[in-house]
């Protein structure tokens, strides 16, 4: 009897460090893995996305200013600044607001309030596009198209263009880090109420489809 015992608690603690030990490590090791494979798709697509964006925005920017005339080359300039300023926000805003004010405004039905939600739900991935892809190409293409506007500028006032590129370029960089200074401080008060907006934007765009539709649907 002892040793049928001994036998039964060993085959028991044998099947529970299979049961217990084994699945969880495979799970965990299942997880790891997946997570790895969703970054690297996610850098893959940012590359691609990032690639296709500077692409259009720097040959539309391009072709418009060598063939607009000059205040319609500086408003294009600043267009692309404040593009980069909006979007800088958008993305603080997606990092710093919370999930309650939305929630209310769903519950009220306010057009945009859900789109918001799912904007704080993906957050990191949100913040990922509007600060380091539109920012960064936005900043990058901004300083394209100023050294391309002081060499205009150089012609019409017959300087030479290192001054002009120079000054446009400080210009341009002085714009860029004050209005992104004054744009923290504004998400800092209304996070919530500026992904409101954007959300409002994309309900009018593509608005996202209740629940209750998708599981009646699924059981039907």
């Known amino acids: 009897m002892n040793k049928s015992d001994c ?21 965990k090791n299942k997880t790891k893995t997946k997570s790895k494979k969703a970054k690297n798709t996610w850098i893959y697509i940012i590359f691609v996305i990032t690639f296709i964006i500077s692409i259009i925005m720097g040959s539309v920017s391009n072709i418009l200013v060598t063939k607009l005339n000059l205040l319609a080359a500086i408003f294009i300039l600043a267009t692309i600044i404040f593009i980069g300023i ?6 603080m805003s997606v990092a710093s607001a919370s999930e309650a004010p939305l929630h209310a405004k769903a519950a009220r039905k306010h ?16 913040s990922n596009v509007c600060n380091d892809v539109v920012g960064d190409v936005c900043g990058v293409i901004s300083g394209a198209v100023a050294t391309m506007l ?3 500028i150089a ?14 370029g400080a210009l341009v960089a002085s714009l860029t880090v004050s209005g992104k200074a004054i744009g923290k401080a504004i998400v800092s008060n209304y996070a919530e109420d500026i992904l409101y907006r954007v959300g409002a934007i994309i309900h009018f ?16």
Do not use: C
């Not at 012609?155 to 446009?168: A, H, P, Q, R, V």
């Open 155 to 168: 012609k019409y006032l017959n300087i030479e263009d290192g001054i002009t590129s120079l000054l446009l």
């Open 205 to 220: 765009i593509y608005p996202v489809k209740e629940a209750k539709n998708i599981k009646s649907k699924k059981s039907k």
């Open 7 to 27: 036998d039964q608690e060993t085959g028991k603690s044998n099947n529970d460090d299979s049961a217990d030990g084994k699945p969880i490590s495979k799970s």
């Open 86 to 91: 909006i979007f800088d926000m958008i993305g």
């Open 111 to 126: 057009a945009g309030a859900k789109e918001a939600i799912k904007l704080v739900k993906y957050s990191e991935k949100v």
């Open 150 to 152: 002081a060499i205009k």
